[in-house]
Nanobody, 124 residues
Framework: QVQLVESGGGLVQAGGSLRLSCAASGRTFSTYTMGWFRQAPGREREFVGGIYWSGGSTDYADSVKGRFTIDRDNAKNTVYLQMNSLKPEDTAVYYC?????????????????WGQGTQVTVSS
């Protein structure tokens, strides 16, 4: 089992950058594929991107491709979401999620473990 805690959210102007962190408990973090999701008010939670547990390959939603980057530091039990060229439509609560020894998928139900979320607000 793993517990996840996000941090790094805040208020930023359009065009700016933020780096979110997701710290995991436990000694098996390296065996978890990690996903980032977001949920804006009145909308469903949507996939942002993910990083595979073995080899670190990544996948991204089309809406963030080229602007967001996911990486992980297994020694620190942490996965990161670097967000550049932020737009007002990126405003949402951002969540990290984990699934053990499985491929990256974009569905919410595919992840067993979730953090509490961190708010990102992009002003125009």
């Amino acid at each position: 089992q793993v517990q996840l805690v996000e941090s790094g959210g805040g208020l930023v102007q359009a065009g700016g950058s933020l780096r979110l962190s997701c710290a995991a408990s436990g000694r098996t973090f390296s065996t978890y594929t990690m996903g980032w999701f977001r949920q804006a008010p009145g909308r469903e939670r949507e996939f942002v991107g993910g990083i595979y547990w073995s080899g670190g390959s990544t996948d991204y939603a089309d809406s963030v491709k080229g602007r967001f980057t996911i990486d992980r530091d297994n020694a620190k039990n942490t996965v990161y979401l670097q967000m550049n060229s932020l737009k007002p439509e990126d405003t949402a609560v951002y969540y990290c999620a984990g699934r053990k020894r499985l491929p990256i998928i974009s569905t919410v139900n595919g992840y067993n473990y979730w953090g509490q979320g961190t708010q990102v607000t992009v002003s125009s």
